[in-house]
C-alpha cells in the first residue's frame, strides 16, 4: 500500500514518542509525520491497586481497557489466579494479556466500552449477579464500564492503575505549522488527546488546525469528544493504531 512519500505530514497526538507505534504504522505507508503528543501516561503510586491485588483471587473478573491497565497490573502481579476471567477491550490489548500469559475470556467485536458491556450482557446469568469485578483504570477513565456492569448486577472495584495528564508540547512550533499551512491530517487515539490539544492550543488555533487538516479518530468515543467541539472524524476502520493509519492514509489519497 506504501508508495511515495507525502509531503503533507500527519500530526500524531497518542502518548508516544517520535518512533512510537502509530508513528511507524504510518511511515510505513509513506506518510511524513509530525509528533505532538497532547497527554501523557505515567505510572500511578496506587495503594488501591496494590490492596485489590493483594486479594485477587476474591475476583471474578478483571477488565482491562488499555495497554496500560494491563502493564500496571502485570508489573505487581505477572500471573492471574487460576479461577480469575479476564476481559479486554481491543484486540491489541487482549493480544498484550495473551503474550505475558494471561488468559483473555471475553473481547467485544469493536474496541470501545459499550461494545464491551453488551458483550457481557449477552452471557449474562441471573446467577453471575453479585461477582466482582476489578476495573485497573486511568485516572480520566469514563464511567461507562464502571455503570454498565454494576446495571447488570455486578459488584465494581475501581481503582487507579496509571494517570493520563497533559503533555508539554512545542506550542509555539504547534502554532507555526498551523499558520503556514500543509498539514495532511490529525490523528486521536483517544478524547484525552482532543480535550488537551484544544487546551494547550486554544480553541481558535484548534479550530483553524482542523478547518485544513481533518480529524480521523480511531473509535467512536473520539469521536463524540470531536463532535461535541462541532468537528465530523473520519473514523478508523477499525480501533487499532493500524486501522487509524491506514484510515489516514486512505483520506490523503481521496484529497490527493
Partial sequence: MSGERSTRPV????????????????????LEVLSWPAVSVTPTDSGALDAAL??????????????????????RKPQPPAQLRVAAVGRATALTLSQRGWPVHLTPEEANAAALIAAFAAQWRASDAGARVLYPASTRALPTIAAGLRELGAVVTQVEAYRTEAAALDVAECRAWIERGGLGAVTFASPSAVTELARALGEEDFARLLDHAPP??????????????????????????????VTTYRLLQQRA
Avoid at 11 to 24: F, I, K, Y
Avoid at 64 to 70: D, G
Avoid at 219 to 237: D, I
Wanted: proline letters at 1%.
Fill in 54 to 75: 493483594s486479594h485477587l483471587e476474591s475476583f471474578g473478573w478483571i477488565v482491562f481497557a488499555s495497554r496500560h491497565a494491563v502493564a500496571a497490573v502485570l508489573e
Fill in 11 to 30: 500530526v500524531v497526538t497518542r502518548a508516544e514518542n517520535a518512533d512510537g507505534p502509530l508513528s511507524r504504522e504510518l511511515r510505513s505507508l509513506g
Fill in 216 to 245: 480521523v479518530a480511531i473509535g467512536h468515543t473520539t469521536a463524540r469528544e470531536l463532535a461535541a467541539r462541532g468537528r465530523n472524524a473520519t473514523l478508523a476502520e477499525t480501533a487499532t493504531l493500524h486501522g487509524l493509519a
